[in-house]
């Protein structure tokens, strides 16, 4: 079916002026999705298949990545159409063939007459020169056409050399349009307002169509993230944040979900393993005029997955304007099947089963004994099992800075491992230059590693370096924003600023409103304002929302009869209880008596505390339930034995 306009639904395609239009309005649509839907439109309900659109568009010869242009050209006309591809209106996907359009044309007016062939549309139709289809004769102004008697033969000979020119010159018109292989970069250079200088990495699709396979896209994203990361001069928004977007990005445009990550550069793909090859689409995008800068497939054998994420990560830090030298270092060789186990091992570990985790862990170990990131994630295992306080920080500790150690013994460049040994030394050794300087490494190892500021900001409290913490977790939050909603606010909270603290969790509840955390956070601040009614309200919603219904009833009944010191009392109370049928944290209880001022139970319950060797004991000075101790001779004694620089 030829067209001049399509009208189908509230839209009209005009291919005469090169538009889609919404009632008035111009739709936004560019080049290469207005081809695609042209075509499909065209083909009047029959499947379009996927080598139909590379021959249609790009043509059979194309080194581009066209896989992955054809989904990136078919979501965009989604958006443009307000289509849903789970209950699709106009655009179907075959799977495994093509795309159909499905959407009834209420009229159409014609342009061509039948049988009159032009396979290329209207836009191969205004590329050509117009003449004959016999060549013999030269188009006048008018459009017709004069005969020519028996031209001369240098005319022909003319006549040949222009066409090869003209040949040419739409050749390298294609290869700089398309950017192939970065000719454009290297000839014309990158318009310095294209200039990228922050990155999300959304998730790699999973090309195998098998779930099960999501755990090897989800860690290839995550180890891809931290190769790209490593280049000081490119900030790179940390796995938590850019994870959310697994689903939505088929229904989402690019240049959206950039804004809301704070970057104007988003790399996106796809990956499978099939075998004993693994296949990689890439391409990158200059977000904020959804401009494609560079694409590309990559084949290779699954042992080479190192060197295929170093070739990945040196060439986005060209394309981005980056210089890139060399690496003198050469590219360790990981085992299939132990990459496979640490992969699973790190998909367990982010979805919060520590456990699970570290038994891949160990196997990725055992399937290759120099394995220096399967060591450092079973050091992490260990070690957030102590912080969390599900195992006791002397049993577990110990084993988690042998794992760290392995991991530096195989390659010290392992940022994260570094970042191991910093809470190591902050958490259980007490050796504060230990964990400064380890911290430290992290970060320069890996700038854009948000835990690794976070850490430092753990660092730069405990050494009373408060505006440092501020600085340092501003910079996490930036990275990863998405990663912890309340630490921002508490750190807020620990330099006394309670308005800052409040206006925080107030934006970050219009985006997550039932988050139970922001919650608490916004009722503590409440609370260090004086403001108790609004903190014990807040309070109760964060109860609510956890499923503890009673509980939130029996606060708020408390709260009419005696205000918030009864809140306090009724909280240790259940407490208290708990520790008889049940191991609770000293420390937690120290928190309950402290903000009742109840000085020796709260020094009994610090003493224990520091008797296991509590981790976040490291954080008792700044810590509003203890500050009216700062003048307890065994206050300070605690102080002293942990080796903490007094704040008194």
Same mark, same amino acid.
């Given at each position: 079916m030829a067209f001049g306009v399509a009208r189908f639904a509230e839209f009209e395609l005009d291919r005469g002026r090169y538009q889609l239009r919404r009632g008035d309005r111009v739709v936004p649509l560019e080049k290469i999705p207005m081809e695609l839907l042209t075509l499909l439109v065209e083909s009047d309900g029959q499947l379009v298949t996927r080598d139909q659109i590379i021959e249609r568009i790009w043509g059979k010869d194309v080194f581009l990545d066209t896989e992955h242009g054809i989904n990136t050209a078919v979501r965009k006309i989604r958006h443009a159409l307000d289509d849903d591809p789970e209950q699709p209106r106009f655009v179907q996907t075959v799977t495994g063939r093509g795309y159909r359009f499905i959407a009834p044309l209420a009229s159409t007016v014609e342009t061509r007459r039948n049988g009159d062939s032009d396979p290329q549309g209207f836009v191969a139709a205004q590329l050509r020169p117009d003449v004959s289809s016999t060549g013999s004769g030269v188009a006048t102004s008018a459009g017709a056409t004069q005969p020519v008697a028996n031209p001369p033969r240098f005319a022909s000979?003319?006549?040949?050399?222009?066409?090869?020119?003209?040949?040419?010159?739409?050749?390298?018109?294609?290869?700089?349009?398309f950017n192939v292989r970065g000719w454009r970069d290297r000839l014309v250079g990158r318009a310095s307002s294209q200039r990228i200088h922050s990155l999300a990495v959304l998730p790699l699709e999973n090309l195998s169509g098998d779930p099960t396979q999501d755990y090897f896209a989800d860690g290839m994203t995550d180890e891809i993230i931290t190769m790209i990361a490593q280049n000081a001069e490119l900030?790179?928004?940390?796995?938590?944040?850019?994870?959310?977007?697994?689903?939505?990005?088929?229904h989402r445009p690019l240049h959206e979900i950039a804004r809301e990550l704070g970057v104007d550069g988003i790399l996106e793909g796809s990956v499978g393993r099939f075998g004993n090859r693994i296949h990689v689409n890439a391409q990158l995008i200059y977000a904020p005029t959804d401009t494609h800068m560079w694409a590309e497939s990559y084949d290779r054998n699954v042992s080479e997955i190192n060197s295929l994420q170093t070739e990945l990560?040196?060439?986005?830090?060209?394309?981005?304007?980056?210089?890139?030298?060399?690496?003198?270092?050469?590219?360790?060789?990981?085992k299939p099947d132990a990459h496979d186990s640490y992969l699973l091992g790190r998909y367990y570990w982010f979805a919060g089963d520590t456990e699970k985790s570290r038994i891949y862990?160990?196997?990725?170990?055992?399937?290759?004994?120099?394995?220096?990131?399967?060591?450092?994630?079973?050091?992490?295992?260990?070690?957030?099992?102590?912080?969390?306080?599900?195992?006791?920080?002397?049993?577990?500790?110990?084993?988690?800075?042998?794992?760290?150690?392995?991991?530096?013994?195989?390659?010290?460049?392992?940022?994260?491992a570094h970042n191991t040994i910093a809470s190591i030394d902050l958490f259980y050794r007490w050796d504060w230059l230990g964990a400064d300087r380890e911290s430290a490494r992290a970060i320069q190892l890996n700038p854009s590693y948000a835990e690794a500021h976070h850490l430092r900001s753990?660092?730069?409290?405990?050494?009373?370096?408060?505006?440092?913490?501020?600085?340092? !977790? #501003?910079? &996490?939050? /930036?990275?990863? $924003?998405?990663?912890r909603p309340t630490a921002l606010g508490y750190a807020l909270l620990r330099v006394r600023q309670f308005d800052a603290a409040v206006n925080e969790a107030r934006i970050r509840l219009e985006a997550q409103p039932n988050d139970v955390e922001l919650h608490y956070l916004l009722s503590w601040a409440y609370l260090r304002k004086g403001m108790e009614k609004e903190g014990e309200q807040?309070?109760?919603?964060?109860?609510?929302?956890?499923?503890?219904?009673?509980?939130?009833?029996?606060?708020?009944?408390?709260?009419?009869?005696?205000?918030?010191?009864?809140?306090?009392?009724?909280?240790?109370?259940?407490?208290? !209880? #708990?520790? &008889?049928? /049940?191991?609770? $944290?000293?420390?937690?209880?120290?928190?309950?008596?402290?903000?009742?001022?109840?000085?020796?139970?709260t020094l009994h319950?610090?003493?224990?505390?520091?008797?296991?060797?509590?981790?976040?004991?490291?954080?008792?000075?700044?810590?509003?339930?203890?500050?009216?101790?700062?003048?307890?001779?065994?206050?300070?004694?605690?102080?002293?034995?942990?080796?903490?620089?007094?704040?008194?």
């Open positions: 000979a003319a006549g040949i050399i222009f066409l090869a020119i003209l040949a040419l010159a739409l050749l390298v018109a294609a290869l700089l349009g900030s790179v928004i940390s796995r938590t944040s850019v994870m959310q977007y697994k689903k939505e990005k088929a990560a040196q060439t986005i830090a060209r394309q981005v304007g980056l210089k890139v030298s060399a690496s003198a270092k050469t590219v360790k060789q990981i862990f160990r196997k990725a170990i055992d399937q290759q004994p120099d394995y220096a990131a399967a060591w450092s994630g079973l050091a992490d295992s260990f070690t957030v099992s102590a912080v969390r306080g599900e195992q006791s920080a002397l049993k577990v500790m110990p084993q988690a800075e042998e794992a760290a150690r392995k991991a530096l013994d195989f390659d010290d460049s392992v940022a994260e753990y660092v730069m409290r405990s050494l009373n370096r408060l505006d440092e913490a501020l600085q340092e !977790q #501003r910079k &996490a939050t /930036e990275l990863d $924003p998405y990663a807040e309070m109760e919603v964060a109860m609510r929302l956890s499923g503890q219904q009673k509980e939130a009833d029996g606060d708020r009944r408390v709260y009419e009869r005696g205000g918030w010191p009864a809140v306090q009392e009724h909280i240790l109370n259940d407490a208290k !209880q #708990r520790a &008889a049928r /049940e191991y609770y $944290p000293p420390l937690d209880m120290a928190y309950s008596t402290g903000a009742l001022g109840r000085k020796e139970e319950y610090l003493e224990l505390a520091y008797k296991e060797r509590a981790p976040f004991i490291v954080f008792i000075q700044s810590h509003p339930s203890f500050y009216f101790l700062h003048s307890e001779p065994r206050y300070r004694a605690i102080v002293n034995k942990v080796g903490l620089p007094p704040a008194y």
